[in-house]
């Protein structure tokens, strides 16, 4: 049975990750340090003779007993205001916490995939974005320290490629949606549905006419799957070119949930990317991946989700009003 580790396990995407390596038959070790996952996302899997969960901080020394044939590094806060909350956690986990993970993939000869971002494109300046543009960050901006940590990342990762001839893969993650997404991380998904469904009106950071691609969580996680079985070691995209603006979004979003509710408008956070759009040209080419569940399948199952949760996990949102996080 092939080994692999799968970092930040009970989070957005490495909970679906957990499954879906469970359902091709791996024997899947989970870590994570819970600052931003819940282990209710993985708690069906306890019981799987296959699956074990490591509580641990992958910015400290990372041990994992007997061989790993694959490592998924997808430990990290991934929200803007997560970032805010937490900047330090997230320039360690992603600058120290991927030395420990190359460090261990080398020990253990294993081959390691590592999330990136289409955040270190920054706020871009070519659209739609390829691999080989280089980005627009602002170093010391809101997002500095989720972009530069995971460019970094990606640095560390090619530095341990070329030097050490390790199996490493990169994706560059655009935004994703779907089931088990935390309601309260402030993204424009779970904050809309959970203020349809609270009742409340839908806010809309800027004018709105900023842009961007929204990709459902099982194509990301097919397109993931893909590329580490590939034999591509430099990164990809993956994400959903189809591109909205969250104006429309949320005229979507209203008629999908039946909410009474208006639209208002609240100041645009700093350095907030004006638009993105991923270009998959490559891995069309090298993975023969394309997105393939259209944005109102994808939201229908991912309002399905957010209904079944409790009306006091609705009203437990630790983050309400989001502006104090912004600024
Ligand atoms: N946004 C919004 N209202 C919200 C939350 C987010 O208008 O309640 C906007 C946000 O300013 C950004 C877009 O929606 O322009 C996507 O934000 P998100 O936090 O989901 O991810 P990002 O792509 O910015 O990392």
Redesign the pocket.
């Known amino acids: 049975m092939k080994r692999v580790l799968i970092t930040g396990a009970a989070g957005f995407l490495g909970s679906h990750l957990c499954d879906r390596f469970i359902n091709e038959g791996f024997y899947v070790i989970g870590m994570d340090n819970l600052i931003t996952g819940d282990l209710k996302n993985i708690a069906h899997l306890f019981k799987n003779e296959h699956f074990e969960f490591y509580h641990h901080d992958v910015t400290k020394f990372v041990h994992v007993p007997g061989n790993l044939d694959y490592i998924l590094h997808f430990a990290s806060p991934a929200?803007?205001i997560d970032y805010l909350k937490i900047p330090i956690q997230t320039l360690k986990v992603g600058s120290l916490g991927t030395h420990n993970l190359l460090g261990l993939a080398k020990a253990k000869n294993a081959r390691i995939l590592i999330a990136s971002t289409s955040?270190v494109y920054g706020d871009p300046l070519v659209h739609p974005q390829t691999e080989d543009y280089y980005g627009n960050v602002n170093t010391i901006g809101p997002r500095g320290v989720y972009d530069e940590a995971k460019r970094f990342q990606e640095s560390l990762t090619m530095a341990y490629h070329n030097f050490h001839g390790l199996e490493t893969r990169i994706v560059r993650i655009f935004?994703t949606y779907g089931p088990k997404m935390r309601l309260n991380d402030?993204?424009?998904?779970p904050?809309?549905m959970g203020?349809a469904l609270r009742g409340e009106d839908?806010?809309?950071?800027?004018n709105?006419t900023?842009t961007?691609s929204f990709c459902y969580v099982d194509d990301q996680i097919e397109g993931i799957f893909k590329l580490l079985m590939s034999d591509y070691h430099l990164p990809v995209n993956i994400g959903n070119p189809h591109e909205i603006t969250?104006n429309d979004f949320?005229k979507e979003i209203i008629k999908l949930t039946g909410t009474n509710q208006k639209i208002i408008y609240?100041p645009?956070?700093e350095n907030?990317?004006l638009q993105?759009q991923p270009d998959i040209t490559l891995a069309k080419k090298i993975l023969n991946w394309e997105p393939k569940v259209n944005r109102e399948v994808g939201l229908q199952k991912t309002f399905e989700y957010f209904k079944t949760l409790s009306a006091e996990e609705l009203q437990k949102e630790e983050h309400k009003d989001?502006s104090k996080y912004i600024y």
Not at 186 to 189: H, K, P, Q, S, Y
Not at 202 to 206: R, S
Request: proline share 11%; charged share 20%; no cysteine.
């Open positions: 929200s803007p955040e935004n402030g993204r424009v998904i904050a809309f203020q839908l806010t809309i950071f800027g709105g900023q961007r969250i949320a609240k645009l956070p907030d990317p993105r989001f």
